[in-house]
Nanobody, 115 residues
Framework: QGHLVESGGGLVQPGGSLRLSCVASGIIFSRYAMSWYRQAPGKEREFVATITSHQTTNYAESVKSRFTISRDNAKDTVYLQMNSLKPEDTAVYYC?????????WGQGTQVTVSS
């Protein structure tokens, strides 16, 4: 059974940057599509970005040109570089690994954008 652990969240001022990391264990990481989702208080969890095993990326419109997803298969890690952060980016950010019909979720990391 796989295990995903996110880190890198915290408090940042509007316009600032953060880099989230998600380290995987117990899975063949290179085979998995890796994604980031987020959930703000009182809202549904929403898609943020994904990167396939072939390095193809896709982003939600709300984060395009500000966020970058990347992966390092040698380290079993996926990253989310977040720039030009806005208060509306405040949420718990979750990492998800997907392979065929199997999904594995991390426990989440809090990102708060506030002055």
């Amino acid at each position: 059974q796989g295990h995903l652990v996110e880190s890198g969240g915290g408090l940042v001022q509007p316009g600032g940057s953060l880099r989230l990391s998600c380290v995987a264990s117990g899975i063949i990481f290179s085979r998995y599509a890796m994604s980031w989702y987020r959930q703000a208080p009182g809202k549904e969890r929403e898609f943020v970005a994904t990167i396939t095993s072939h390095q193809t990326t896709n982003y939600a419109e709300s984060v395009k040109s500000r966020f970058t997803i990347s992966r390092d298969n040698a380290k079993d890690t996926v990253y989310l570089q977040m720039n030009s952060l806005k208060p509306e980016d405040t949420a718990v950010y979750y990492c998800k690994g997907s392979w065929y019909t199997y999904d594995e979720w991390g426990q989440g990391t809090q990102v708060t954008v506030s002055s």
